[in-house]
C-alpha cells in the first residue's frame, strides 16, 4: 500500500509539473533584423502575397494600386492603379488580394462584382465572376479576416452580417426600429464551381448598440452609438494548411477546424493578463475617444468633399437640425435629410457632436488579449496574434502552432504592421516613415 500511495504521489507531482510547465509563458523574442526595404513610395502597405525567389505583389489600399516588387524591393512593376496610365484600372471601391492556385493570386474587385486573377509574373490573365456576388464586400480582408483558399479549393471567408429586423411593435411615435445587431458571425466555405455555401464556424463579435429617431415635424434623423473601447471578441484565421483556426477571447484558447469539419476544442493559453483599474478605463475611454474624433472628422471631409452642398457644423441650430439631450458624455449623429435641390444635390447637414461611451463599471476588469483581426495565418501552418501585450512600444505577436499551442512570442519593432508572411520564417511589414510608407522584409530569428 505504501508504494501504491509512494507511486500516485510521483504520477499527480509529474502531473502538476506538466500543468505547471504548459502554463509558463515562453521568453518574448525579438524579430530578426530587416533584410530589404522597399525606396518606391507607398501610401500604405495593406496585403503582401509572397512568391517565388523573394518576388512580392503589394496592395497599397490607400494610394489604390496593386504592384509587383522584385526580390530587391527596387524594381517595380503597376498591376492595377487608379490613373488611366494602366491597361486595368484601380476601382472607386477598395479592393483586397487574395492568395489562389499555386503561385498566382486573386485581386477582389468589389465595383464590378469579379476577382482578376493575376499570375506569377504580375500579368493579369483573366477575370472570374465573384462566386456570390452580394458577399464581394466580404472578401476584401481587413479587420473581418483574411480570406483563402482551403484544400479542397474551397473559398473561405467571414460571411457578411445577418441583420434580424426588430419585431417588437411598442415603439413610441417617432421612434424607428433598428435591425437587431448580430453578436456572432460565420466563416463560411464556397465551392466556385458549385457555388455551393457550407458553414464552417461560429464565433463572437463586439455588440453594437445604436438607436435612431427622427422628427415628426423636421424629418431629422437622430442616430445615438454607445461604444465599449474594449470588447470581448473572437477571431478567426485560415492557416496554410487548410486548417481553420478560430481564437476565443474569453478563454484565449484556438478552437481547429479541420478540412472535414471536425472540431478540436484547443486548451487555455497563457496570458500575461493586465488588471484594470477605473483609472486605467477612463485613460481608454479618452484615448479613443481621440482617435475616434480624428477618423470621424476624416470620414466627415471626405463626405463633405464629395458632396459641396452638404452643410456641417458641430452647432445643430446652423444645420436646422435638433438633437436630443443627452447626459454628460453622450453623443448622437444628427442628420438633416433636407431633401435634394437642383441638379440633384443633397440639401441639409450633418452635425458630429461628442461620442457616447460605456461607463467604467460597464467595462471588463480585464484588458482582453487581442481585438478584432488580430488573427493571421503565416506560411508555414502556425498562427499569428497580435496582442494587447506592448513592450517599448512594439506589439507582442502569440505566435501558435497547428496543435493549438503556444509556440514563442515575437516582439515587432515600433510603428510597424504585419502584412503578409513568406515561407521560412519571413514577416513582410508596413511601416511609416513620416508621410511615405516603406514595405520591410524581416525574418524570425
Keep these: 500500500m505504501s508504494n501504491i500511495i509512494r507511486y500516485s504521489m510521483i504520477a499527480l507531482t509529474v502531473i502538476a509539473s ?31 502575397r509572397a512568391l517565388p525567389g523573394g518576388r512580392v505583389i503589394v496592395h497599397d489600399l490607400t494610394g489604390r494600386r496593386v504592384l509587383l516588387l522584385d526580390s530587391t524591393f527596387k524594381s517595380v512593376t503597376v498591376i492595377a492603379d487608379s490613373t488611366s496610365a494602366t491597361a486595368t484600372a484601380y476601382g472607386s471601391r477598395l479592393g483586397g488580394l487574395i492568395a489562389y492556385r499555386g503561385d498566382s493570386t486573386l485581386f477582389v474587385d ?49 460571411a457578411q452580417q445577418r441583420f434580424a429586423m426588430n419585431s417588437s411593435r411598442g415603439a413610441a411615435p417617432g421612434q424607428f426600429q433598428l435591425p437587431a445587431f448580430p453578436e456572432s458571425s460565420f466563416v463560411v466555405r464556397v465551392d466556385l464551381k458549385t457555388r455551393k455555401v457550407d458553414t464552417a464556424a461560429t464565433f463572437r463579435i463586439p455588440k453594437i448598440s445604436m438607436n435612431m429617431t427622427r422628427d415628426e415635424n423636421t424629418g431629422n434623423i437622430t442616430v445615438t452609438s454607445t461604444v465599449n473601447p474594449i470588447p470581448w471578441t473572437d477571431d478567426w484565421a485560415l492557416l496554410s494548411d487548410g ?23 484547443g486548451q ?6 493586465q488588471r484594470l483599474t477605473d483609472e486605467d478605463k477612463v485613460a481608454i475611454i479618452d484615448s479613443t475617444r481621440t482617435a475616434m474624433e480624428k477618423q470621424r472628422a476624416a470620414a466627415l471631409a471626405q463626405m463633405m468633399a464629395s458632396n459641396p452642398d452638404l452643410k456641417t457644423s458641430t452647432d445643430t441650430s446652423k444645420t436646422g437640425a435638433r438633437q436630443r439631450p443627452q447626459s454628460d458624455g453622450g453623443g448622437t449623429i444628427s442628420i438633416n435629410m433636407g431633401g435634394r435641390g437642383a441638379g440633384g444635390a443633397m440639401q441639409g447637414g450633418i452635425s458630429m457632436p461628442p461620442l457616447n461611451f460605456l461607463s467604467p463599471s460597464e467595462m471588463p476588469d480585464y484588458r482582453p488579449a487581442f481585438r478584432q483581426g488580430a488573427a493571421r495565418g503565416d506560411a508555414d501552418g502556425n498562427l499569428w496574434i497580435r496582442t494587447s501585450k506592448v513592450v517599448n512600444g512594439g506589439t507582442v505577436y502569440d505566435v501558435i502552432n497547428n496543435k493549438g499551442e503556444l509556440k514563442d512570442r515575437i516582439l515587432i519593432p515600433p510603428g510597424r504592421v504585419i502584412a503578409g508572411f513568406g515561407p521560412d520564417g519571413v514577416v513582410y511589414m508596413g511601416v511609416v516613415d513620416g508621410t511615405i510608407t516603406h514595405l520591410e522584409r524581416a525574418r524570425v530569428k
Design 18 to 48: 506538466a500543468a505547471g510547465a504548459q502554463q509558463q509563458l515562453p521568453p518574448v523574442r525579438p524579430l530578426g533584423p530587416v533584410l530589404s526595404t522597399s525606396t518606391e513610395p507607398l501610401a500604405s502597405v495593406t496585403q503582401v
Design 110 to 158: 468589389p465595383q464590378s462584382m469579379s476577382m482578376l486573377v493575376i499570375d506569377p509574373n504580375g500579368k493579369i490573365v483573366r477575370t472570374m465572376a465573384a462566386p456570390l456576388p452580394n458577399e464581394v464586400g466580404a472578401l476584401i480582408g481587413g479587420p473581418n479576416g483574411t480570406p483563402g483558399f482551403d484544400m479542397q479549393g474551397r473559398l473561405v471567408y467571414r
Design 243 to 265: 486548417t481553420l483556426a478560430i481564437l476565443r477571447g474569453q478563454d484565449y484558447r484556438v478552437d481547429l477546424v479541420s478540412p472535414d469539419g471536425k472540431m478540436t476544442v
Design 268 to 273: 487555455k493559453l497563457p496570458f500575461d493578463w
